[in-house]
C-alpha cells in the first residue's frame, strides 16, 4: 500500500511511537492488511513533513512490536494480526533505553539457524549428565582434555605450542592482565598502535603502565617511528592487534610483521599478539607467535568467533619461566576459567560445533559488510568481509561528538575515536558495529540513518525526534 499517509496529529507520543502506534490501529480497523508493504522510508518522511530517521524509528519499533517484517531489498510488510497481536490495548511505548540499537560492541552475528541452536543446545544439554564435577575447584589453565582442544583450534592458525606452554584463561582481559603483570611494573612504558582496543588501555592503567601510541599507515604500525620510541623509551613490551585491528580492520602486512619482529628482537622487547579476529578472517598472513614465538605473548579469545558469553580465552607463553609470574597474576586475580564455560568450549571444538558457529558468523558478517558497503557507498569506510565492525572517517562539517549523539537520539548507539586514542587529538571518525543481537534488517535501518544524515550537514539533520 504505497498511498498509506498515517495521521499523527492527534497523538502526544513523540512521532516515531504515534507512527508505531498508527500501524497498529490501522491494522485492526483494517486499512492495513497482512502483506501490505508500507510506503518507503524516505517518501512517507516527505510526504509527512518528518526526519527520514523519525520514520526509520517508527518502522524499527512497529517491528519490535511484531506488527511490521523488513524483507532485505524488498521494503517493510504488514503482518497478520494474529501475529501481531494488534490491540490499542496491547500498545506499549518503547522504554526508555531498553530498545535502543546498540551498535557500539563489536560482537559475532549471533545464530538464528535452527538446526545450528539445536545443535548448540545439544552440546549444553550433554553437560547436564556431569554437572557436580564442574561446580569443584579445577587446576589452573586447564585440564588435559581441554589443553587438547585448544591445540585443535590453534592449529587453525599454524600454532602449536608445546602444552605445557598453552593456558586457558577466563576471558581475553584476564589474559592481558596477567601479561602485563609479569613483563612490566608501575611507570614501565607499554607501545601500541595509536589507535588501539580500548580494554588494553583499561588493563594497563589498572597496572600503572603508561601506555604510548605509534603511528600508522596502510601495513601497520611505522617501523621507524616503533624503532625510535624502543630508543627513546626502553619499552617492556608491544602490544598489537595485528589481524582486523580493533577499530581499524587494519591488518599488517607479512613484510611489515617481520620488520616489526626483527626491531622488537634487536631491543628486547617483548611482543603482546592479541588475534581475536585472527580465527574469524580468511586468507591473512600467520600470526606473530609463529613467525617468532619465542618473543610472543599470544593470546586467542573465543568472544569474536564464537561468542563473548564463553569468557574463555588460549594463551601460549614464550617460554615456561615466563610463565610463573603471569600464572600467579591470572590465579590472583580471577583462581580459574570457569569449568563449566571451558568445558562447554571444548565439546563444542571436538564435536564440530564451533566450525559450525565460525562458518554461520563469517556468512553472516560478509552479508552485512555488503550493506554497509552499498548504504554508505559514498562516504570514507574501511571494512573487511570477515570484520564485525565500520570504521567510518566523518566527512567535512561533521564532528564525532555530533554524529554520536545525533544517532544517539534516533536510537543508535556507536563509538566515537575517543575511546581508541592513545594520544595526540583524535580522528573525526567512529566505529560502527554489525554484529551482537541485533537483527541483519536492524542494521540495515541504522546504517541507513546514518547515511541520510551524512548527506546533510548537522544543523540540517534534527536531533528532536
Sequence with gaps: MHDWTPDLSTSTKPRYLALADRIALDMQSGRLVAGDRLPAQRSLAAKLGIDFTTVARGYGEAQKRGLVEARQGQGTF???????????????PARAHGDDTDLSM???????NPELIAR??????????????????????????????????????????????????????????????ALAKPGDVLLSENLTYPGVRAVAALVGVELHGLPMDAEGIV????????????????????????????????????????????????????????????????PLAALAPDLTWYVASLAKCIGAGLRTAYVIVPENRSAWAFASAVRSAAVM??????????????????????????????????????????????????????????????TRSAFVGHMRSTGVGIVPSDAFTVSGTPPEA???????????????RALECA???????????????
Excluded at 371 to 393: C, T, V
Design 337 to 398: 576459567a570457569s569449568p563449566i564455560t571451558m568445558a562447554l568450549a571444548t565439546r563444542w571444538i571436538e564435536d564440530g560445533t564451533a566450525d559450525a558457529v565460525l562458518r554461520a558468523v563469517r556468512a553472516e558478517t560478509e552479508e552485512r559488510q555488503k550493506l554497509a558497503h552499498r548504504i554508505l557507498a559514498h562516504q570514507r569506510l574501511e571494512g573487511d568481509p570477515d570484520s564485525f565492525n565500520i570504521w567510518l572517517s566523518l566527512p567535512e562539517g561533521w
Design 106 to 112: 563489536n560482537l559475532p552475528p549471533e545464530p538464528e
Design 430 to 444: 567512529v566505529r560502527i558495529c554489525l554484529g551482537g543481537p541485533a537483527s541483519r534488517s536492524t542494521v540495515e
Design 120 to 181: 548448540m543446545r545439544a552440546g549444553w544439554d550433554a553437560l547436564g549428565q556431569d554437572i557436580i564435577p564442574m561446580l569443584r575447584y579445577r587446576s589452573f589453565g586447564g585440564g588435559t582434555r581441554d589443553k587438547e582442544a585448544a591445540l585443535h583450534w590453534l592449529a587453525r592458525r599454524d600454532l602449536a605450542p608445546a602444552i605445557e606452554q598453552l593456558y586457558v584463561t577466563p576471558g581475553a582481559h584476564a589474559a592481558l592482565l596477567g601479561i602485563l603483570s
Design 78 to 92: 504488514v503482518l497478520s494480526a494474529q501475529r501481531a497481536a494488534a490491540r490499542p490495548e496491547t500498545i506499549q
Design 223 to 286: 617501523p621507524e617511528a616503533f624503532a625510535e620510541a624502543c630508543e627513546r623509551l626502553s619499552p617492556k613490551a608491544l602490544y598489537l592487534n595485528p589481524t582486523l585491528q580493533n577499530p581499524t580492520n587494519l591488518t599488517i602486512s607479512l613484510a611489515r610483521r617481520h620488520a616489526i619482529i626483527e626491531i622488537a628482537r634487536k631491543y628486547g622487547v617483548a611482543l603482546i599478539e592479541d588475534d581475536a579476529y585472527g580465527f574469524i578472517a580468511q586468507g591473512t598472513p600467520p
Design 451 to 465: 547515511a541520510h544524515a551524512l548527506e546533510a550537514l548537522p544543523a540540517a539533520v534534527t536531533s528532536f525526534l
